[in-house]
């Protein structure tokens, strides 16, 4: 049996991703087959659950992610990270989406969106050292971070075989000007 505190995320998650996220804690707790007050000694505030299911899915998502800033930058560490994230998105569907969803709601706390920067940081020095050595162009390093993430998801929605993720990946290479 899940701990508790695995209990109510997985609710939670589950509630957020088909009822969205305005779906009251009562009714998170309901789902867990926990008393109101247990979900509150669990997670403080509403705020908490929310940051930690956002952290943690974030933190794991990294993690699947091998590259670091020290790592060479050619394309096939770009694309062995391409292939954790894919990895990682296929193994954990409803991670994925509530990561995105809270993302675009905007709910995560700004001292969470802090602590999830910083694991993403090797990532982020990656593509600025990228960058600055021409190994790669665009207009911002946030544009092409989101233009990785956004090809990646769209791989994953389109459900494409291999061919067609190779596909994508020699469009996304071509896009940002990563040749090989």
């Known amino acids: 049996m899940p701990d508790r505190k ?3 995320i997985t609710a939670a998650t589950s509630l957020f991703l088909n009822e969205g996220v305005g779906v009251s804690t009562a009714r998170i707790a309901k789902a867990a087959e926990v008393s109101n007050g247990t979900l509150f000694n669990t997670f403080a505030t509403r705020q908490i659950l929310i940051d ?3 952290k ?6 990294f993690a699947a992610i091998p590259c670091s800033g020290e790592d060479p930058i050619n394309p096939q560490t770009f694309r062995a990270n391409w292939d954790g994230y894919l990895v990682w998105a296929r193994a ?3 991670t994925r989406r509530v990561m995105h969803l809270l993302l675009d709601a905007g709910l995560a706390s700004a001292e ?3 602590e999830v920067n910083a694991v993403a940081a090797p990532h982020a020095a990656w593509l ?10 665009g207009p911002s390093i946030n544009f092409i971070g989101r233009l990785i993430f956004f090809q990646l998801d769209l791989v994953i929605t389109e459900e494409l075989d291999t061919a067609g993720e190779d596909l994508a990946f020699d469009m996304l290479c071509t896009s940002i000007g990563m040749t090989k």
């Open 6 to 8: 695995s209990q109510i």
């Open 52 to 54: 930690t299911i956002y």
């Open 56 to 61: 943690d899915a974030k933190t794991a998502m």
């Open 92 to 94: 954990n569907p409803e």
């Open 112 to 114: 969470t969106q802090a």
């Open 128 to 137: 600025q050292r990228a960058v600055a050595e021409g190994h790669m162009r």
